[in-house]
């Protein structure tokens, strides 16, 4: 057995779960186990020789005849008999969890087993906003439940299994201890069965009736015989040892090669690869089947916001879980769609008050189009059916939107299939499609939109655009003013604007929303990745009084607007989505943001001067940083050579996780990311880039 460690935690306070630690710890060690102890915090501590010891700490050094420090065994200690949380703050002091992971960390070198007693219960507050329950699950390790056995002990237990589930903490059994002399009392004898056929966990074992002083005095051997004759033993430390080590991993891995079939992705380059396969992560860090850590650095795709495991957002799926998973908005209303409608008006540009459901970007975009066309024919303009989109633009994969979608490689195949649009420049300064500098250009690139909506706009429905930033077509960032007059052109020729702020809503630009940078307001906003803050597919699509109108008539008239999906307005997405917001206003996600939006423009100024950079560009927290072959002539790399992917994967050997868009690397971590972790990030960054492109 190697660097294991058990959390014992109880049921309640003055269930004995001292003692059952020190008893395991004693015949763990007489099993010849190199076994330590922690308490990682004490409260009701006493004074000897004027300091403050805790009993309960020294208490356990004994029995696991432990040569550590107490200052490691036992970091805080206090003498008040509160909660922590309660107790610390009333003596002015602070649990440092940093402090206690420490310490962990230096018992778990050193030794083979380290047995970890908690405060009370799984809820008692070590701070405010942070339990016991959180304490383990940051530890990550696997817990024993230790009950009091007698009347209560099955409401008391089942109370503690059941959030021990809440809290995703992986329980290895219960123990019942018998704090009072034995009696008459029958519930002891049938609490472990019914406990263990409600809940399914695995009882270790029933520890009798010791008295105190027994305990204190002679002790510790005895607690070693006991521990060895009550309890199972055997079975904690096979499970112990079985824990995940990754050695799942091939048959996963193997699984996954034979079953699915990933998007975007040529399965014969990943038959041939080693799939990373992730299983859990935590704030700004994914976690893969062999333990692994890494660096989001892309946001698991543009949708993550707040961090994995928001707290916040993982109890309002919960508690709506436990009402509703799924309701449909045809012909029914349900709760949770009504109030995040109610909030995104509240927030969204102005007018845009009527929200309707759908649940991916792509499909946003299509009930936009289906939207802009119907509402022409309401409006008795027949022949007004076509769309505009820019050149690099990317609004989806149905055949709806790939329709209105510039990007050939993922495109041209489907041209056949697709209906048609007009296209016009794309506002790429990097690459000027009219080989001019900004600003001196006058927005040269706008010339082709003009001439098309001139000639054509009394066909033209709508023209589609990404606002600010084009994100698949290579974070391509829009210079100041192109929104604008784009907004004045669609006015002019009285042709709908759609913004698609499926990437950068959400705060991703520094705003809420792109539109607000220019002050532009669409006729139609398609939102969907940051929307659930990354948890739950949803998405929606807003539009104003004025559309929604065109379609209220009688119902023979037939102007219903004839669409929607199965889960079209989800219960569970909605409130993920509502709780997102919550933490927006709550955290002032974007004021905060703007002080980690300079920081990341300062670390990306040294990376314009390696050779193979030709371009650097940030919006808010997206960045795009365009390898090319050649910085003078802007020459790129070949495709064929995926210089993009190489960097990537050199990135995830330091432990960050990027994908690229063919040679431009794409940086958008979640807005929660912190300045230590952007620093990383632009470090492995850096250095991968170098490691591969090399820097002459
Ligand atoms: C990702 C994206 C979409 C498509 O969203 P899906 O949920 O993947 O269907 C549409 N528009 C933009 C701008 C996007 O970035």
Redesign the pocket.
Known sequence: MKHKAIFITGTDTAVGKTVICAALAAAFKKRGIDVAVMKPIATGAVKKKNKLVSCDAEFLRKAAHSKDEISLINPFCVDLPLAPAVAFKLRNRKISIEKIKNCFQELLSRHELVLVEGIGGLMVPIHNDYLVGDLIKDLNIPLIVVSRNGLGTINHTLFTLKQAEDFGLDVLGVIFNNTGKAGADISRKTNPKIIKEISGADIIGEFPYLDSVNVEKTAIYNLAKVAEKRLNLNSIIRKIKNEKTGANYKRLADSDKKYIWHPFTQMRDWQNDEPLIIQEAKGCYLKDVKGRQFLDGVSSL?VNIHGHQKKEVDEAIKKQLSKVAHSTLLGLANVPSIKLAEGLAKITPQGLNKVFYSD????S?EVALKMAFQYWQHKGKGRTTRFVYLDNS????TIG?VSVGGIDLFHKVFHPLLFNSFKADSPYCYRCPKKKVYPGCKFACLKKLESVLKNNHKKIAALII?PIAQ??GGMIVWPKGVLTKMRKLCSRYKVLLIA?E??VGFGRTGRMFACEHEKVIPDII?L??GLSAGYLPL?VTMTNDEIYSAFLADYSAQKTFFHGHSYTGNPLACAAGLASLEIFRKERIISKLQPKIEFLRKGLLKFKKLTHIGDVRQKGLIVGIELVKNKKTKEPYPWQEKTGVKVCLQARKYGVILRPLGNIIVLMPPLAISKSETNELLEVVYKSIKDICGDE
Do not use: F, I, M, R
């Not at 991916?360 to 499909?363: D, Q």
């Not at 990317?394 to 994969?397: A, I, L, Q, T, V």
């Open positions: 543009w991916n970007g792509s499909t975009v990317y609004h989806g994969d939107s990404e994100c698949a698609d499926v990437a398609c969907s990745k998405a």
